[in-house]
């Protein structure tokens, strides 16, 4: 899985669409900004798209990932650090979350996503019902030890 995606805009429109969601210059440039960078904050997108430009608020850009979750084509990652990420492969996988630049990547593994499900399964305390499981491994770069 890549973390980056690239896609036309008809592809953006046709998946927005799809999805239940008009497609509006503004989602179409913010889904396209997140296929870009695979994962990104609401502050990260609005960077990428020019921040201060004129061409969307803040605001508008964190109602338009908000409306994208809600419609199934993002999903909220929670990190390590007091910044809600959003991830625009919506599919289990697990995350490396690099402590010293707060970037994260997917990591496949399909083999230790399912037998983590699994066994969490098995366990569950009766009267719950799995949502997901979010599998984080945390990291520093080599170059940041003392």
């Known amino acids: ?32 900004a997140m296929c870009a960078l695979g994962h990104a904050s609401a502050d990260a997108v609005f960077q990428h798209l020019g921040a201060g ?46 402590q010293d630049t707060s970037e994260i990547s997917d990591f496949c593994d399909e083999t230790l996503q399912r037998n983590v499900e699994a066994r969490i399964r098995a366990q569950l305390p009766a ?5 997901r499981v979010e599998i984080q491994i945390l990291c520093h770069s080599q170059s940041h030890e003392a």
């Open 127 to 131: 009267g719950l019902q799995l949502d």
């Open 1 to 32: 899985m890549e973390d980056r995606q690239q896609h036309t805009e008809e592809e953006i429109r046709e998946r927005l669409n799809q999805s239940g969601l008009k497609a509006t210059p503004q989602r179409v440039l913010v889904y396209e």
């Open 53 to 98: 430009q004129g061409k969307m608020t803040l605001a508008t850009v964190y109602n338009v990932l908000e409306s994208m979750t809600q419609a199934g084509l993002l999903i909220r990652r929670p990190s390590f650090s007091s910044k809600m990420y959003f991830d625009v492969h919506t599919d289990a996988h697990c995350h490396i979350y690099q």
